[in-house]
């Protein structure tokens, strides 16, 4: 360190504050995003809300053991869903979704379960693939062009197509979700079987109701509607998280960015001070010598 | 008139009175009216037009959900709503194509597959058609 010149420092604190010029656009940057994504997750709320209360309700009416995608079965196959991001820069968002995943896996191979992986997620598909697991189905790209049901109800037929033909028992979904704007958590949620809340008070009246073409087919269709839903709630859900994260991630790569070129201009003041003495030393000398 | 809520996972569409709404469904397109028998049907992709008294009526492109008509008030859930103009051209035509070359091939398909790649292409062609394009 000590025998970098002033002009090397110089140029050093410049490339430093080049790269806080740039963590600080991409903090700015996350910030504006992580508004829409919270935004887009507030708009949910309605929706979900009806369609609940409605699944709820003509659940009832059906009867469960004979409706293929509310039948609960021996869980010895098993279908994970793994949500991360497209791109890194957002601190350990990715690692804590692919740590989790590897220590379920392990644990449902432990039980004599069969894992296999529907990836989402460019981080996701780069770590997984080419290590041995049954990839079932890998997407990347998706939150690029403005996510909307159209994606998630193309994964959502396969999920419903596995499940009625029993190749799979149970399905997980594991994404981070956003707890405050500071903190967020991975989550593990169980997607199928549903356990619809049943909600007999209403027979009565939704038996005045003409459920069309039958209660079946409405109850199938409202369950279509219920995993399309939580596909795609999960990855707002995960986006949200990631901006919020990578804000975090940038906010700080700034601040040890400022410190970093406080050091440095401690020690290009110490270098300049150095090179002027050395210079005073040599012309007062250089002067002493003349008068002598 | 009537309260009528259009809701989608992307928010609330439309919050209104509504004189008579016309949405297409499992039984075919049905009018909606004041005191129309209690219903939960399937909706199906198409053209979603909402009647107020004294005003231009609302032409929205939907594509599938549920219409839950109750004494007090009528609940549209759709998973896509769109103004015409909004459509993405684009991503339906892509979204046609992926349909009928799978279709084209539909030996190597299950049945639930057909079933599916045939609701894919049914989605695209109306939403074009909405959007005022010509196919093929």
């Known amino acids: 360190m000590a025998k970098l010149s002033p002009r090397d420092i110089k140029r050093k604190i410049q490339g430093i504050k080049n790269t806080q010029r740039i963590t600080k656009a991409m903090k700015a940057v996350s910030a504006a995003k992580l508004n829409k994504a919270r935004a887009m997750l507030n708009a949910t709320r309605p929706y979900s809300e009806r369609l609940y209360d409605l699944i709820n309700d003509v659940a009832a009416f059906v009867d469960r053991d004979i409706h293929p995608l509310l039948q609960v079965r021996d869980e010895k196959k098993i279908d994970y869903i793994v949500i991360t991001a497209d791109r890194g820069l957002a601190g350990a968002f990715n690692s804590y979704v692919i740590k989790r995943t590897l220590s379920d896996i392990q644990k449902f191979q432990q039980e004599g379960k069969e894992v296999n992986l529907i990836l989402i997620g460019r981080k996701a598909v780069q770590f997984f693939k080419n290590k041995g697991y049954n990839i079932i189905e890998s997407y990347e790209d998706v939150y690029r062009d403005n996510l909307n049901l159209t994606f998630t109800s193309k994964v959502g037929s396969i999920l419903s197509e596995r499940y009625e033909n029993q190749k799979t028992d149970a399905i997980y979904l594991i994404n981070n979700e956003l707890i405050t704007t500071a903190t967020y958590e991975t989550k593990v949620r169980k997607l199928f079987p549903i356990e619809p809340e049943l909600d007999y008070s209403k027979i009565s009246e939704l038996s005045r109701y003409n459920i069309e073409p039958s209660a079946d087919e409405v109850l199938e269709e409202l369950l279509i509607r219920y995993i399309n839903f939580q596909l795609y709630r999960a990855l707002v859900e995960s986006s949200t998280a990631e901006h919020a994260a990578r804000m975090l991630a940038m906010d700080n790569a700034t601040r040890n960015a400022g410190e970093a070129i406080k050091r440095w201009t401690v020690i290009f003041n110490k270098a300049r001070q150095e090179a002027i003495t050395t210079e005073l030393i040599d012309i007062i000398n250089a002067a002493t010598a003349i008068q002598k | ?136």
């Open chain 2, 1 to 136: 008139m009537y309260p009528l809520e259009v809701v989608t996972p992307k928010g609330i569409i439309y919050k209104g009175e509504a004189y008579q709404t016309v949405v297409r469904t499992a039984d075919g397109e049905i009018g909606v009216l004041e005191n129309h028998m209690l219903l939960l049907t399937k909706v199906l992709p198409g053209k979603l037009r909402i009647e107020k008294e004294g005003e231009e009526p609302k032409e929205i492109a939907v594509t599938y959900g549920i219409i839950d008509v109750r004494g007090d008030k009528v609940i549209i859930l759709v998973e896509e709503a769109y103004e015409f103009g909004e459509i993405d051209v684009e991503k339906e035509k892509a979204l046609l194509k992926e349909a009928e070359e799978k279709l084209a091939e539909r030996e190597k398909l299950s049945l639930k597959e057909i079933e599916e790649f045939e609701k894919l292409k049914e989605r695209a062609e109306i939403l074009l058609e909405l959007a005022g394009v010509k196919i093929h």
